[in-house]
């Protein structure tokens, strides 16, 4: 293997030619490493700076904007953050002295480069992210996003990352309660992969991530260091693809869900014990991270003996080592006398867990391979103090053509045949179609705690058995509107989100982001990022609801395409009981059908563009209202609380015509509506916020309008769900429901068949 690379050596021999463009790194960040050590990094020290100053890890390019999210405040309308930003997940207060942590993050490059491990490690990782907080995992959601259904490595990438998310959740026997799945040309090359989880804990179960203690030791526990994965994510994600795929094809890490259901338990038990004083999951740049961040994070220094890691491939070199992302692995810091009890519990649940060092006086990170000092650094250098650029960003010149191109002026359904068309193409349309060729690979109720998973808006899991007490979350994201306007994109991504929440009868309180976007080198993807932070501030502190952590995921581009700007918006809800929960879908014939909200002429950016008008996409998108989010919201939940509903459901894609469908489907039920007066098209497809469909009993009637009334939202009586298997619209058509379920079924299932 030659020479071991010592800072010794790297003292005596300045001059050495080494990698660091090959490892990711720039020119100048090069320099500043040498600046920052005296000398030239160790082959080490260079493998270290390189994963944790990538882009997939520093956030270089995004920390002058996510500073933003600082004005937030950690105040939810239940009380207090118990953990926020810069932690490895937020903490919520929920009451009865139980908490929630939740975290949503992407695996886009390594799902593109290998699907099914891809898919499947990123959903280990989020859960390690929750379980180091020391929180039981208890549900996760998966956005995911494609190039078209019928293009040709969609057939590729779509089976294998659904395979993926599916079998890993499903061994770790978590239920999957949502998410999205969307199509769109510019995810083509480059899909997303948004996994998040959700975990519950007592207020004092909490844990952080620092190594504190002299004399403390060092335990790397879980599996065994593979070659799997080295520099996989990190360097992965920290740049764009070829317009040919992937140049680099870093082996991407491997999964083993069974080996993390250990870990998990194994570390729960820990956590009950009191054996653990700092804990830190390993994920992206593996070793490199835990060690940097952990030592960083504490009062005093750390050594560490390379030798003792425990390997699945012994011919590693100690750089490689380093570099590792192989998955099911955790790193805790325990007192000396915890130690045996620890090793001993390890033991207990087959993890395999060895002391590979301690926590020193001093303020070096000290790492020896073979008896020899291979990394000496300050650990803040290397895990926090990496380069932070402030990228040039401008509006671009074509913003102005593409919001003057309006969906408005597009021609319209001239009769009810015409009508009747739109809404079986729309439904009919991979967007809008029925998603349960995925969903149905995923165990959505495992545990017994699951109370509403897809196809239902919003995920809800029961946490406390005796009081009913439960939380409620959602994913959303309209990439198109966020094209249009980027501001307005995110805003747009909190208020469905949010009202998703609202309809399920949980009162949202707190918001995790994962913001996807294209090459922060070009300075209009650096614009659409800073526009939608900034619009997810403003609407955070309107709504009362603070941003609790997230991820930036940037590069994400294939050749000159970047993808859409994608922020997409994570929200927790709090309900009290989840036996007043509402549901979606028509549950009773007779029932009176209410539209809350009002419609605008929204048309720019909507479903309808898009597939009645070949992919158009120009205008702008709605303005949101936060107040009427709100006030609408209380009145969802006031609702949900008294049992007035039978059923709701919240319009965003497809307008009310896709709302309709999707609530006759569900049970097989009819409905007959009469349109507001105005544009059957506008009425009908839409997507102006601010909107719900409910269905309720005439015995409810009068109550609930009273609370529309007493909160200003405004309230239009539809029509009536019916027992006829038809979708009615009065003087327009009438579509049997078994027309429109062949249409909405067929496009996954077609394609997939192939």
Known sequence: MGVVDTVTHAAETPDLEQPWAALGLKENEYLEIRQILGRRPTSCELAMYSVMWSEHCSYKSSKVHLKKFGELGRDTPRGKLLAGIGEQAGVVDIGGDWAVTFKIESHNHPSYVEPYQGAATGVGGIVRDILAMGARPIGVMDPLRFGPLDAPDTARVLPGIVAGVGGYGNCLGLPNIGGELVFDPTYYGNPLVNALCVGVLKHDDLHLAFARGTGNKVILYGAATGGDGIGGASILASETFDADGPAKRPSVQVGDPFMEKLLIECT?????????????????????????????????????????????????????????ESQERMMAV??????????????????LATVIGEVTDGDRLLIEWDGEVVVDVDPATVAHEGPVYERPYARPDWIDALNADTAETLPRARSGEELADTVLRLAGSPHLCDKSWVTDQYDRYVRGNSVLAQPEDGGMLRIDEETGLGIALATDCNGRFAYLNPYLGAQLALCEAYRNVAVTGAEPV?????????????????????????????????????????????????????ILPTPVVGVLGVIDDVADRTTLGFAHAGDAVFLLGETGEHLSGSTWANVIHDGHLGGMPPLPDFDHEQRLATVLVAASKARLLSSAHDLADGGLSQALVESCLRRGLGVAVTLPDGDPTVQLFAESPGRAIVSLPASSATEFAALCVEHEIPLQRLGEVTELAEFEVVGQFALPLNEIRSRWEAPLREAMAH
Not at 271 to 291: H, M, R, V
Not at 523 to 548: R, Y
Request: glycine fraction near 10%; hydrophobic fraction near 40%; charge should be negative.
């Open 268 to 324: 729960l038990e820990l956590f009950a014990e009191n054996l653990i004083s700092g804990i830190q999951d390993l994920g992206a740049a593996g070793l490199s991270c835990a060690t940097s961040e952990l030592a960083s994070a504490g009062d005093g220094g750390m050594h560490v003996n390379l030798n003792t890691v425990p390997l699945r491939d012994h011919t590693l070199a100690p750089e490689e080592i380093l570099m590792s």
């Open 334 to 351: 325990v007192e000396p006398h915890n130690v045996d009890r620890f090793l001993e519990i390890c033991a207990k649940w087959d993890v």
């Open 510 to 562: 707190a918001i995790t982001d994962c913001l996807n976007f294209g090459s922060p080198e070009d300075p209009a993807v650096m614009w659409q990022f800073s526009e939608a932070i900034l619009g997810l501030v403003d609407g955070c502190k309107a709504l009362g609801t603070p941003v609790t952590g997230g991820n930036v995921s940037f590069y994400n581009q294939t050749g000159e395409t970047n």
